[in-house]
């Protein structure tokens, strides 16, 4: 079989080491930067290095459109242009509807399959490619009525194939899931620094901003470049998200200035419910546990800690430092699956002589 | 010296510990649950357990009310009512306003300065004192215009003697900062959550919720009975703040259904200066930059990894684990403060066979 790549950055160049590693497949990638496409080479990435769009995807049955989203329409259209009657065309950006809108109209819209594969977010570029990058990783395919199903089919399959886990999804409702999840968090996190930086930048008592504050604001302001288009190609959706949440805080604020203590108690337990439920569905170990530690924070600390669960087979989920202001004392929460792992986790770190905490999911 | 400590849980606990290490202070205890109060004798808190509020703050220098925000006001007045001339009260509490005003019409106003310290709020009760949990510790007092000048200096150097760094701030401008730093987080958290289940809960397709969601909702519903008391005490503050944040998204919201994708990208670019701007503010140690780690996700990786950094002497200022669906690999980052820091746990981390990005603060 034979595979090409159009753009082998991270994602491009991790698809053509898994396929060439686990299928077997030839890959041909096609890169604007011959300085990237040569790195993809030496790193195994791609087999052959393609001259044009044309020759990388001649003869092959699957084609992989592996580039940022504002040139995916295009890129997309080339491809299908170039290629034969028998070959699927594939995508892998972050928002699906307004490419499936762009391309609806091509006489050979029936071969193209969007796709989305949730992995390969934190770092960049051909040189970090992974062949199992995607292993277990959630991959979205978008087909429309319009699909032909032996080609979702054969996508699909090599999708599985390498470890994905593919899931047919309307690309509309792609888009606002993702807004809800994943865009709409980047936006309050833009809003609550530029907020916070409006009102406490006098230069003279700049507080310590404590950990709160960071978890919420870590993503703010995030590659403005990638995040620009992002937020440009999914601006209905994510503007849909804004709008409800302005709704929601305009029903905090009143709670707020109206309400007693009962009614915002009752306000943070059904958050509480809320955060729950998202978390639980995204984890088949059983429920997430918080491990709450009070710890000396010194150099060393948090590898004896790690150290002893992972000695001891607990996985950690997520952990969160948040030092005090001396640098001396500091907090620890680690997060575990599952009722029995945490418990383990609980006496394990007892054993340390660190005073801990085990709060249900919070 | 005698102190009285009225309320023994984390904060009084540790407090008294500290000044009868540190000072060698006599500490007279108080508790409605006289387990509790049986217990802060076992752990060293206190010296002696008083049978009443009257008999601990007797002959007490200072008083300290370190009891729920709700009951402050009454316990305030108490310890004012039943303490001599000389004495100095003050409180542990995390608003500041409402107390101010509570306690301005008493007729010992004179003798209570409010207090804050920012310390010890992942772990409660007196079981989890510690003698340093304020060793470096902001501590906030707000003296007012008719503060006694002689007791805002007794209890300013009690507390820079135990280690702690307090400083004088207007009751009204501390709540409004907080407000900013830390009650609005915990509102956007909470309505995200709620926002995302409302949407998701579809039952058949709830997605695995992301890092970037997970880190903007770990304080949603954070422990609703405490929570709720901090909304009510600084209720104005935070409806305020939320007030402005419905502003700025409104305006988001105009952005993403008119703007293109410049407008957008100097939108984020924006937020990346803002988020900068907060977070050098609160690091002596140099501006944080983070190191991006590609990671197989197995017990042990991250013990690795924090153990070498932890042996060089690197201090990691915070930390997120963010395994992908799939459970094997996954994205960590780092934070350290100082470039050269940052150079050095970057070499050791890649020296360990790990790809790693380093970006500035992101």
New interface residues.
Partial sequence: MKLAVLGVGLVGGSLGLAVRDKLGAEVAGYDPDPTTLDRALQVGAVDVEASSIADAVSGAEVVVCAAPV?SLPDLVAAALDASGPETVVTDVGSTKLGLAEAIAGHESASRFIGGHP??G????GV??S?A??F????WFLTPTASSEGVLFDRLHNLLADI?A?PQA?DPAEHD??MA???H??????????????????DGE??????R??????????????I???I??AN??A??D??????A???E??KL??E????T????????????????E??HA?GRLLEL???VE?????????????????????????????????G?I?IWVAGDQEAGRAAAIVAELGH?V?TVAG?
């Fill in positions: 504002n949730l992995a977010a934190e770092t960049s040189s970090n992974r199992d990058l292993e277990g990783a959630r470890g886990r999804i606002r899931m809800t999840i994943s709409l968090p980047h936006v309050l996190a833009n809003s609550l620094a530029s907020r916070a930086a409006e009102t406490l930048s008592r700049r507080p310590e901003v404590g709160s504050f960071r978890d919420s604001t870590r993503v703010a302001g995030a590659n403005p470049a995040w620009g288009e937020f440009k601006s209905g994510v503007a998200e804004v709008d409800a949440v302005v929601r805080l305009q905090v604020s707020l200035r309400g007693d203590a009962e915002l108690r009752a306000y943070q337990e059904d958050a509480y419910r809320d955060r729950q439920l998202l978390l569905s995204g170990g709450r530690l009070a924070n010194r150099p060393g600390v948090v590898a004896e800690i790690a150290l002893a669960l992972g000695r001891a087979g607990v996985n950690i989920e997520d952990m969160s430092l948040a030092p005090s202001d001396d640098q001396r004392t907090a929460s005073s905490t919070a």
